[in-house]
């Protein structure tokens, strides 16, 4: 009897702190779903809490008023551009760290580890000069080859550690029927990595989604805006429309959202295996 | 053996070392080296000066102010956050229905891109209609609303609530993997023992915890202590800089007020202060490694 009322009274704290957690992690979301749905008159008084007549005017005008369709066209293009390149380059080496035999392997892992140390800010200047010699300002390439460089070290560490799990005797095997290594590597390693790269290619996806300093300083004029630099330069000089800016924030964050609720196990073992091994 | 491995191997990862090389490691000593100039090329001011720029800084009371504030908000969040992780991650771990649905959600804030989120602390903090004065109010712990962004000491308290908010998740979910790694026998063995649950976490849990908390703590400290995109657009510094960090700093002096030869210097400072942040806890990782 005792040990029954000790056992409910723990699970009533479990759920009652997880329901609490999911609330806190929900809550600016839902805030701003609500705010989006109310009317101007309703956003500058509290309460109500809900809208008393949900309205869709602050969506129309975030897509007729400004060019927000055009902003997330760029997010997805440089995102998916820059996991596209970002996974080709980084399965290469972490194939050949995980398995070739040479010097310096170990080297190359502790360069990538650090180049993900480093501040953006450290780098923006050079960078942004050798984008202006480039004529990269403004263009798709300005951006994807700088994140693509960036995300690196995370694809290369979650590569190295999916490869590092697939057996030496794979690889051996297939040299002796006479494949070169890059062939092994096409055949047969990347289609057996491929959970493991789709989880690299969540977070590179993110991460190039997500970038705020790069994008602010190599771009300059409105068509070239990601969905970051767009949301921070959202306001007038003096005053913030509350409702289209809650309803922009909800049409860029509503794919993650979705993202994050399929691919969850993907995500998850794609971040501690970046994080965590080695 | 093997030895004809060395081609393909470096025909696979030159790729990579260009893309490093060219745009990580050759822009950072380019920093280093403009450091050492004063310049301002809109003035067509360029000239070598040493380490003027570096003694300049040592005596500039906004760069040590940037650096406290950068110092304090990291300390304080990175522990916050800390705090909040083990206790999701503890959480999260045991089985129960709709545990998936529950990590995801809770994935959720780690998702969404910083600046997006910074928008949303600043409508629920806003000092006339936001949801946390609101909040506040109604169970009576405020009497009147708080202007938590234009107060020069809940700014930065408001900040460090963001990026909590933000990024316990991640620590969450390192913590949960450490947590998923530590062999059930050891619980019971240490069960059969009469071992009590406060015991059980001490002696088992937290020590096979400890490489995990400290990776943990080493990427959220380093991300902490380069916080840029948080900052510029929810406070942008203020109010009267005491929200200012050292990536913000560095930013305001290269592309507002154009000092690329000083702003590159508090750049490589700042650098080197995270340079020397991780060297100290991969020095710990190691000893915890060998003990």
Known sequence: ?278 | MRKDEIRPALLMILPACLFIGALAIFPILHAFRISLDRRMPVFGISYFVGLDNYRFLLQDPRFWQSFLNTAYFSLLSVSLELALGLLLAILLHGSFRGRGLFRAVVLIPWAIPTVVSARMWEWILNPDFGLLNYLLQQIGLLSSPLNWLGDRVLAMHALILADVWKTSPFVALILLTGLQMIPEELYEAARVDGAGRWQIFRRITFPLLLPFILIALLFRTLDAFRIFDLVYVLTGGGPANTTETLSLYAYKLLFQTLQFGYGSAVAVATFLTVLLISAAYISLLRRQHHG
């Open chain 1, 1 to 278: 009897m005792d040990s029954r009322t000790r056992r409910v009274a723990r699970r009533s704290i479990f759920w009652a702190l997880l329901t609490g957690m999911a609330t806190f992690c929900l809550l600016p979301f839902l805030w701003q779903l609500l705010t989006s749905l109310k009317p101007t008159s309703e956003i500058s008084t509290l309460p109500p809490l809900l809208p008393t007549r949900p309205v869709f005017d602050h969506y129309l005008a975030v897509f007729q008023d400004r060019p927000f369709g055009r902003f997330i066209l760029n997010s997805v293009i440089v995102a998916s551009l820059t996991t596209v390149s970002c996974l080709s380059i980084g399965s290469l080496a972490a194939f050949a760290i995980a398995k070739l035999q040479f010097r310096g392997r170990n080297l190359l892992l502790f360069l990538a580890l650090s180049i993900s140390m480093f501040p953006p800010i450290a780098a923006v200047s050079p960078l942004y000069l050798i984008i202006r010699i480039l004529g990269w300002r403004d263009t798709y390439a300005g951006l994807v080859v700088p994140y693509t460089t960036f995300a690196l070290p995370l694809a290369i560490w979650i590569l190295w550690s999916v490869f590092r799990e697939i057996p030496d005797e794979l690889y051996l095997a297939a040299l002796v029927d006479g494949c070169t290594p890059f062939q092994v590597f096409v055949r047969i390693f990347l289609p057996l990595a491929a959970p493991g790269i789709g989880a690299a290619a969540i977070l590179v996806f993110i991460f190039a989604w997500n970038e705020f300093l790069y994008a602010l300083t190599f771009t300059s004029s409105e068509a070239m805006r990601t969905i970051p630099v767009a949301i921070a330069l959202f306001p007038g000089l003096h005053e913030v429309p509350w409702g289209e800016m809650a309803a922009a924030t909800i049409v860029v964050t509503t794919p993650l959202v979705l993202l994050v609720l399929f691919f969850q196990r993907r995500i998850v073992s794609g971040l501690t295996a970046g994080s965590v091994k080695g």
